[in-house]
């Protein structure tokens, strides 16, 4: 990441070798503030004798060198964006039962933010192109996109920028396609996404696969699982750690003893087609006004409106056909370690 000879005799070695998205951003805001004085202090230490002025070039030179200093930084918190505090345990490669993560929003509104300011965004559409490839199914969808959306346009209202515009567009337009697939389906097919798997997701597990069949299965309210108490207990244990999906009694009667799970009726309810398409209208409504989703959509607006409809399922793009099949791998949130630079191309820049 950090690739220039001037970053790296600049850059702590302790960042290097122990990444934070915090201690980057630290960094980040001191070089900020500081950016005419760390010039100005290199441009002296060019000059040779050191007791004369610095010449008009190399303080030319010192300013280039400390701004990018200040673009590589910034290339690398974002690559750390999902990173927590030491303690910090990321998603594991089960869902848990965990509400939406403020951090992880606020960050990423952070990062937009600094893009904007110092005109970089490339580093936005990686950041993007990283999220999305991220989501292959409907529960992470939900957790991390849906609390994001509405902070995100807003914010970009506040700074005046079209969310119709290079490079938000293009995520913006992958969200609301990966949304309709997912999240909304089809009106003739039971679809609920508020399920997910709860097992321990061991190829030695037989019970668990069983467990998450279950859980995923959107027209099962209740079953009970009959076993010896050793697997009994194993079984009850992930199921009670998703307590906002199913409550979980031990039935003593009959041999062997058995787990009955009972998703909430809230989760069973959340299924029809009606609540589907309300908040899927709700969703969409975070964006902006309908003259906005034609913007950001373009051709496939009409799809969209015909999917809301439950006339036609929307025709998404390869990105999303991806995504809708690989819901049989695990959904959590891979971690962006690597940021791809620009430093080199020659593509230029599209302004904010």
């Known amino acids: 990441m950090i690739q220039s000879d001037y970053a790296c005799s600049v850059v702590p070695r302790a960042f290097l070798e122990t990444p934070s998205y915090d201690l980057w951003m630290e960094f980040l805001k001191a070089l900020d503030e500081g950016r005419e004085k760390i010039a100005s202090q290199d441009a002296k230490l060019r000059t040779s004798p050191q007791f004369l002025p610095p010449t008009t070039e190399s303080v030319q030179q010192s300013q280039i060198l400390v701004n990018e200093l200040i673009k590589d930084v910034l290339k690398f918190a974002t690559s750390q964006w999902m990173q927590g505090p030491v303690g910090y345990t990321a998603y594991s490669s089960i869902p848990k039962a965990t509400p939406p993560k403020k951090a992880d929003i606020t960050r990423v509104i952070a990062i937009v933010n600094h893009c904007i300011h110092y005109g970089l965004p490339s580093l936005c559409r990686d950041l993007f192109k990283d999220m999305t490839k ?25 700074k005046n920028v079209d969310i119709a515009s290079t490079p938000f567009i293009k995520f913006f337009k992958t969200i609301i396609a990966t949304y309709i697939c997912l999240v909304l389906g089809k009106e003739d097919q039971p ?17 668990c696969r069983d467990l998450d069949t279950f859980m995923l299965d959107a ?44 998703k909430h009726s809230d989760i069973m309810s959340s299924a029809t087609w009606e609540v589907r398409q309300r908040n899927a209208q709700t969703f969409l409504a975070s964006f902006g006004t309908e003259d906005v989703l034609r ?15 439950g006339t036609t399922p929307l025709l998404v793009s390869t990105v999303v056909q991806k995504m809708a099949t690989a819901q049989a791998r695990s959904g959590n949130l891979v971690s962006p370690n690597t940021i791809a630079t620009t430093r080199g191309t020659k593509r230029k820049e599209r302004d904010f």
């Open 295 to 309: 913007r950001i959509m373009g051709d496939h607006f009409r799809q969209v409106q015909d999917a809301l409809a």
């Open 191 to 207: 679809h609920n996404v508020n399920l997910r798997r709860v097992g321990c997701a061991s190829a030695a597990c037989p019970d």
């Open 134 to 158: 991220a989501q292959q199914e409907p529960w992470p969808f939900i957790l991390n996109y849906q609390p994001l959306v509405k902070p995100l346009c807003d914010f970009l209202r506040q």
């Open 219 to 262: 027209s099962r309210p209740t079953h009970t699982f009959r076993m010896v108490q050793k697997r009994r207990i194993h079984l009850e244990e992930r199921a009670r750690a998703a307590s906002d999906l199913c409550t979980v009694e031990t039935i003593r009667s009959g041999m062997p003893h058995g787990t009955k799970i009972t």
